[in-house]
């Protein structure tokens, strides 16, 4: 049974930054593409950021190209999300999946994953 395990979230003003980290049980981590998403109240999930299972290639929403990171430690079985720079906009739930088939390589799209962590809040203050 996957489990995944956001943390990091908080309040932060407009420029700051935040960390935020998934830990991943009950796979084979190092064989699934990952994903970052993000939502607000009442409206869909959206894509923010996606990284392959060796960690070679990412890519971005564009709205968070350029401040945020997509990173991976395989060892430690976490994905991880640098947010800086961060916008009012930015404020939602951010949520972490895993890839719905080992050596896919994900996309934007929520029905490429297949399990889903409990979110982890942000807010970001103008």
């Known amino acids: 049974q996957v489990q995944l395990v956001e943390s990091g979230g908080g309040l932060v003003q407009a420029g700051g930054s935040l960390r935020l980290s998934c830990a991943a049980s009950g796979l084979t981590f190092s064989s699934y593409a990952m994903g970052w998403f993000r939502q607000v109240q009442g409206k869909e999930r959206e894509f923010v950021a996606a990284i392959r299972w060796t960690g070679t290639f990412t890519y971005y929403a564009d709205s968070v190209k350029g401040r945020f990171t997509i990173s991976r430690d395989n060892a430690k079985n976490t994905v991880y999300l640098q947010m800086n720079s961060l916008k009012p906009e930015d404020t939602a739930v951010y949520y972490c999946?895993?890839?719905?088939?080992?050596?896919?390589?994900?996309?934007?799209?929520?029905?490429?994953?297949?399990?889903w962590g409990q979110g982890t809040p942000v807010t970001v203050s103008s």
């Open positions: 999946a895993v890839a719905s088939r080992p050596y896919n390589s994900g996309g934007d799209s929520s029905e490429d994953y297949r399990s």
